[in-house]
């Protein structure tokens, strides 16, 4: 059984990693240079997705269960963000408040709109905003990285992140095409996950202490592991034994294809 975060614990990470981003912003020398690990963006058009996209999640809780999520907006199309530093950087901190407002008013266990219907997430916005703290805490990554100063992820944002990871993005009820396998996960910090992949599709488990290994075991810090599954370092930068394919091919398998 996944060890999920308690909701105001996750609320105040999203809270946390916001500021970071933020921080990170502020001390760019030049908003308009592109990010190495989102090419097509500038680190403007970083902060536009940013803030439009907490704006855009604040919609979809407030909307609850059953109702269409907005649509997206292009940080390359009409900007909504403000040019001004200082401006701009308010705009971000009522983006993310926005969306922890309409959190806090909808608490954990109410449902909205998700992606990942087919996971073993549940789609409710206490699910929404474990993700959101994952996607806030990558893009400040991204940010530091652009300036020559990336940090690792904090270890209580990493690990929670490689469990939400797994059972949100990873897993799916759709049947695995290639062949059947099994992928363990350990972190430095002490926790350790088993991917079973097969005909029942992807599925996400605390790996026992005592179990035999997987066909491909993986180890590193959390951070990395998260950042590598955000495909922001490369798998080789983790330890690695037995066969890599399996992770691999699930890098580049979209089940909804």
């Given at each position: ?38 090419p097509d963006w500038t680190l403007r058009e970083l902060a536009q997705h940013l803030g439009d996209g907490r704006r855009r999640q604040a919609a979809i ?190 890098a580049d398998w979209d089940p909804n294809a």
């Amino acid at each position: 059984m996944s060890k999920i975060l308690e909701f105001p614990e996750v609320l105040r990470l999203i809270e946390d990693r916001s500021a970071a981003f933020r921080a990170a912003l502020a001390s760019a020398p030049d908003l308009d240079v592109p990010v190495p690990t989102c090419p097509d963006w500038t680190l403007r058009e970083l902060a536009q997705h940013l803030g439009d996209g907490r704006r855009r999640q604040a919609a979809i809780v407030a909307a609850g269960p059953g109702a269409e999520p907005p649509p997206r907006t292009d940080p390359k199309g009409a900007p909504t963000a403000p040019r001004e530093r200082e401006a701009l950087d308010a705009w971000l901190a009522e983006s993310t408040a926005l969306m922890l407002d309409a959190l806090r008013e909808a608490g954990p266990d109410r449902g909205c709109w998700t992606w990942w219907g087919r996971s073993q997430a549940p789609e409710t916005s206490g699910a929404l905003a474990r993700h959101q703290v994952q996607e806030i805490a990558v893009h400040t990554y991204d940010v530091q990285l652009t300036q020559g100063a990336a940090q690792p992820l904090p270890t209580d944002v990493a690990v929670e992140g490689v469990d939400e990871f797994l059972t949100t993005v990873a897993a799916t009820t759709v049947p695995w095409p290639f062949e059947p396998a099994t992928i363990d996960l350990h972190t430095t910090e002490g926790r350790s996950w088993r991917l079973t992949l097969n005909g029942g599709g992807v599925h996400c488990d605390d790996l026992d202490a005592d179990a035999e290994p997987g066909d491909m075991v993986m180890r590193g810090t959390a951070s990395d592991m998260v950042l590598y599954l955000y495909d922001r370092i490369p798998l080789d930068s983790l330890e690695n034994t037995g066969v890599t394919r399996p992770m691999e091919q699930l890098a580049d398998w979209d089940p909804n294809a």
